[in-house]
């Protein structure tokens, strides 16, 4: 590399960062919807229909980018909450960016914080195919309740059992004269998993963490 092709690489440089590695992800964004009832605001969760992935769950409105509509994850969030709850983006006002979520079984999710200009839930349209109902949650239970901690083991495991049986050797360790630690599964990470529990709705995993975060916020 010459000095001209360094220079021009550096004013390309921003103190934004990314993630490296995004691409190898699943990557989705939701939007952490308020609305604003009885002079405080709520969280409004959806709980997913039984038939589609993760059915059963309780969630915010959100999917997966889909590179060939949306411009950004932005553009994702808003354009699941239309096509979940019914609501059309005039009524949705983005408050901010909240932290994005990595998960360790390959998903990293957007978060935006939004207001619902709406007055009830029962204005919503939902999308019966992907919601089975929504429920509201007083943003101050959160304040005044602090979630169950467990955790998982993730290990690196370099070959997997397949479907049929057989072992599918994912990196050859051997072959590419790696230490022989990696023949087999490694690490010893341990993730963090939170929970609330509302009126027997089990609220964890991602959308805990989005919670977390706006809640800290509020307490900052």
Same mark, same amino acid.
């Given at each position: 590399?010459?000095?001209?092709?360094?220079?021009?690489?550096?004013?390309?440089?921003?103190?934004?960062?990314?993630?490296?590695?995004?691409?190898?992800?699943?990557? %989705? %964004?939701?939007?952490?919807?308020?609305?604003?009832?009885?002079?405080?605001?709520?969280?409004?969760?959806?709980?997913?229909?039984?038939?589609?992935?993760?059915?059963?769950?309780?969630?915010?409105?959100?999917?997966?980018?889909?590179?060939?509509?949306?411009?950004?994850?932005?553009?994702?969030?808003?354009?699941?909450?239309?096509?979940?709850?019914?609501?059309?983006?005039?009524?949705?006002?983005?408050?901010?960016?909240?932290?994005?979520?990595?998960?360790?079984?390959?998903?990293?999710?957007?978060?935006?914080?939004?207001?619902?200009?709406?007055?009830?839930?029962?204005?919503?349209?939902?999308?019966?195919?992907?919601?089975?109902?929504?429920?509201?949650?007083?943003? %101050?239970?959160?304040?005044?309740?602090?979630?169950?901690?467990?955790?998982?083991?993730?290990?690196?495991?370099?070959?997997?059992?397949?479907?049929?049986?057989?072992?599918?050797?994912?990196?050859?360790?051997?072959?590419?004269?790696?230490?022989?630690?990696?023949?087999?599964?490694?690490?010893?990470?341990?993730?963090?998993?939170?929970?609330?529990?509302?009126?027997?709705?089990?609220?964890?995993?991602i959308t805990a963490r989005f919670i977390m975060d706006v809640i800290s916020r509020i307490k900052d």
């Amino acid at each position: 590399m010459n000095k001209n092709t360094f220079n021009k690489m550096k004013k390309m440089m921003k103190d934004e960062v990314n993630m490296n590695g995004r691409e190898d992800f699943i990557n %989705s %964004s939701v939007i952490v919807p308020l609305i604003f009832i009885n002079d405080e605001y709520h969280f409004l969760f959806e709980k997913r229909n039984i038939n589609i992935s993760q059915g059963g769950e309780i969630c915010f409105p959100g999917g997966r980018l889909d590179e060939y509509i949306d411009i950004d994850s932005k553009a994702t969030a808003i354009r699941e909450i239309e096509e979940e709850l019914g609501i059309t983006r005039d009524n949705i006002e983005i408050v901010g960016r909240i932290d994005t979520v990595f998960s360790p079984v390959g998903v990293i999710v957007d978060g935006y914080l939004a207001v619902l200009k709406l007055k009830s839930i029962e204005n919503l349209n939902i999308n019966k195919d992907e919601v089975e109902y929504t429920f509201l949650v007083p943003v %101050s239970w959160f304040e005044q309740n602090k979630p169950s901690q467990y955790c998982v083991c993730i290990k690196a495991h370099p070959s997997i059992i397949n479907e049929v049986g057989k072992e599918e050797v994912l990196l050859p360790s051997r072959k590419l004269n790696l230490p022989q630690v990696y023949s087999k599964p490694w690490g010893k990470g341990r993730y963090k998993i939170y929970l609330y529990n509302y009126n027997n709705e089990v609220i964890w995993g991602i959308t805990a963490r989005f919670i977390m975060d706006v809640i800290s916020r509020i307490k900052d």
